[in-house]
């Protein structure tokens, strides 16, 4: 069992960076990929960023260039840095946490999920 909390979210200008945090229990944490995710009001919820126990690092279109996962084995921690903002990144954003060797930008990749974190950008 994995148990996810994530933490960092908030109120930011457009322009403006957070940096999300999403700590894990466990001692395997290094073997999983972890991933982060985000829903916005009234749609799905949506592939963001992945790193994998090797340090491979996926990220959607939408993201490239701005966000940057990183991990930090030792601390069990994941993080989403988050620059440039837009209210289009407005969203609750979800930490989660998989073992399997599923495509890490697929939901069904991700066996453990946090409660997740509000980061609003306003205009």
């Known amino acids: 069992q994995v148990q996810l909390v994530e933490s960092g979210g908030g109120l930011v200008q457009a322009g403006g960076s957070l940096r999300l945090s999403c700590a894990a229990s466990?001692?395997?944490?290094?073997?999983?990929?972890m991933g982060w995710f985000r829903q916005a009001p009234g749609k799905e919820r949506e592939f963001v960023a992945a790193?994998?126990?090797?340090?491979?690092?996926y990220y959607a279109d939408s993201v490239k260039g701005r966000f940057t996962i990183s991990r930090d084995n030792a601390k069990n921690t994941v993080y989403l840095q988050m620059n440039s903002l837009k209210p289009e990144d407005t969203a609750v954003y979800y930490c989660?946490?998989?073992?399997?060797?599923?495509?890490?930008?697929?939901?069904?990749?991700?066996?453990?999920w946090g409660q997740g974190t509000q980061v609003t950008v306003s205009s």
């Open positions: 466990g001692r395997t944490f290094s073997r999983y990929t």
């Open positions: 790193i994998t126990w090797s340090g491979n690092t």
């Open positions: 989660a946490a998989g073992s399997s060797l599923r495509d890490p930008k697929g939901q069904y990749a991700y066996d453990y």
